[in-house]
């Protein structure tokens, strides 16, 4: 289990690998293209290595997922992260570290919606808000089979407003997400709502289903080609 800072990660996943280990990493798995290669290179699917994407693994998300199989067709999505702000001298900010926030947190975000689409990304665009920092911004995706996501991850806005909204457009239906709490279906036959009492946003799920991988001898959680995808796409966004 690997929880330490960003710049770390790299280093101690590659230890792992090489020492035939199951791997759990949070959220980035690393932070440069050459580490991601050198990851690469010396994984082996004997071993379970999972990164911290616990959002597609939230109850409700799960909902959604299994609502859109039923759906022929692209999709167009939409995330908006009310991030808050992060001084600038914070660790995570700091892009030898952290990688900063795109890298570090808007990770989550991509990752979601390649589990909501099942499909490979293909395009990725970012624009940043003109700051000293790159912690706002607008990601536009698009996807193999046609569909579409933009994630708004932005750091200036209000604590007081809810931090994560998705919503998803297909078929002539849509679903809405509200801060992991509240699951509102248009247009779906025999689906209107999905709401719990407290937030959910997958993380013991997560952590179970990489334990019940090793255990069980179940599956990894999430396939290696979706975590080096959305890893090196993290990478280049930042970069761009």
């Not at 330490?4 to 996943?13: I, Q």
């Not at 689409?117 to 920092?133: E, R």
């Not at 801060?179 to 247009?187: A, F």
């Amino acid at each position: 289990m690997i929880a330490t800072r960003h710049n770390t990660h790299a280093e101690f996943v590659l230890k792992a690998l090489k020492a035939t280990k199951h791997v759990f990493v949070e959220k980035p798995l690393c932070l440069t293209l050459d580490d991601l290669d050198k990851i690469e290179a010396i994984y082996s699917s004997s071993n379970v290595l999972m990164v911290g994407f616990n959002r597609r693994f939230a109850p409700q998300v799960q909902k959604m997922k299994s609502l859109l199989n039923d759906v022929v067709g692209p999709k167009a999505m939409v995330i908006t992260i009310n991030a808050g702000e992060i001084a600038s001298d914070h660790w995570t900010q700091d892009l030898e570290v952290g990688g900063g926030r795109i890298i570090g947190e808007a990770c989550h975000s991509i990752d979601l919606l390649r589990f909501l689409v099942g499909k490979t990304i293909k395009n990725y665009q970012i624009q940043f808000m003109d700051t000293s920092i790159k912690d706002t911004a607008t990601i536009h995706l698009s996807f193999e089979d046609g569909s579409i996501g933009t994630i708004h991850y932005y750091a200036n806005g209000s604590k007081s407003y809810p931090k994560e909204r998705l919503e998803v457009f297909a078929g002539g239906r849509v679903l809405q997400l509200d801060n992991y709490r509240k699951l509102t279906g248009y247009g779906w036959p025999g689906f209107k709502k999905m709401n719990l009492w407290q937030q959910d946003k997958g993380q013991e799920a997560c952590v179970k289903a990489f334990v019940d991988a090793i255990s069980k001898g179940n599956a990894s959680p999430i396939s290696i080609e979706e975590i080096f995808e959305v890893s090196r796409i993290s990478i280049k966004l930042l970069n761009q």
